[in-house]
């Protein structure tokens, strides 16, 4: 594995910066704290390019990247929807195709599961869901979203989901959701992970963080894995930690996701992201 040897990979050779929002930047208080702005900043006046990468809407992660004065564009639905605020231009919109989305349901709606999970169907940055939900709730508040209620989600489906979102309060549900998906679909089909505990999410197979920060690197930018650092708290981070340079894992990150990092740093409510870039940046 790349870790071992990118401890020595030369802080100096980071040309880019790319950070997940909740429970990296963003801890319970929802807002950047002012160390992490200064943190930011102070990579920014080294001419590092610094850029968002998260699993939340495009539109509920804007302003998070406008506090950030991000030139760059802006990689949400786990890097499904990757758009340019500055220009508007859409670089890359992948979708779960109808027909997956359908499948999904089915499973979501089987009378043992039905009354215990909140299912989110996004679809062109709006959210659309079966009812509103206690769960559902708390998200939209956080998220700064108001949820679009159809009753049945399949009445949505003239257009594909850029994501698929399974909400529920106990763990080892969504455990076993996800456990029991990844034996029925492989990855070619659809790409399913954990943001938080309490959220399952699928997306298109060849959608995923890792492939989103090499997409903006490599495809956008003309630069290399060695030229790029990023932080992230949870499974959905884990190939954009493994795809970087140097790979940061929070302190309040899954023990499985701090094994493949670079470096652990402390967890988001000590700024843990500002005194990685301070470690390795700064």
Excluded at 48 to 74: C, D, E, K, W
Excluded at 166 to 178: G, Q, T, Y
Excluded at 199 to 227: D, I, W
Excluded at 244 to 271: K, L
Aim: hydrophobic share 45%.
């Amino acid at each position: 594995m790349h870790k071992a040897s990118a401890t020595n990979s030369a802080a100096t050779d980071i040309k880019l910066l790319v950070v997940d929002i909740d429970g990296t930047i963003v801890g319970e208080s929802n807002n950047l704290t002012s160390k992490v702005l200064q943190a930011i900043a102070a990579v920014k006046a080294k001419k590092i390019q610094v850029a968002i990468a998260t699993g939340r809407m495009y539109r509920s992660a804007l302003r998070f990247h406008q506090q950030l004065n991000s030139t760059l564009p802006l990689l949400a639905y786990q890097g499904a929807w990757i758009q340019d605020p500055i220009t508007q231009k859409i670089h890359r919109h992948l979708t779960v195709s109808r027909e997956m989305a359908e499948k999904l349901l089915d499973y979501f709606e089987q009378p043992e599961l039905r009354s215990l999970l909140s299912v989110h169907f996004y679809i062109n940055d709006e959210l659309y869901v079966r009812e509103l939900t206690r769960e559902t709730e708390i998200y939209a508040e956080r998220s700064g979203i108001v949820p679009i209620v159809v009753g049945d989600l399949r009445t949505c489906l003239s257009n594909e989901p850029t994501k698929i979102l399974a909400l529920c309060d106990d763990i080892d549900i969504i455990k076993d959701l996800l456990g029991n998906l990844r034996r029925q679909y492989t990855p070619a089909e659809l790409y399913l992970t954990t943001s938080v505990a309490t959220f399952f999410e699928a997306t298109n197979p060849l959608v995923n963080k890792g492939t989103a920060v090499r997409y903006l690197a490599e495809e956008m930018l003309g630069l290399q894995r060695t030229n790029v650092m990023t932080i992230g708290d949870n499974f959905n981070d884990l190939e954009m930690l493994e795809y970087a340079g140097i790979g940061v894992a929070m302190g309040n990150a899954p023990a499985e996701v701090q094994a493949i990092a670079t470096w652990v740093a402390p967890s988001v409510e000590q700024d843990g992201a500002a005194r990685a870039i301070e470690k390795f940046l700064l």
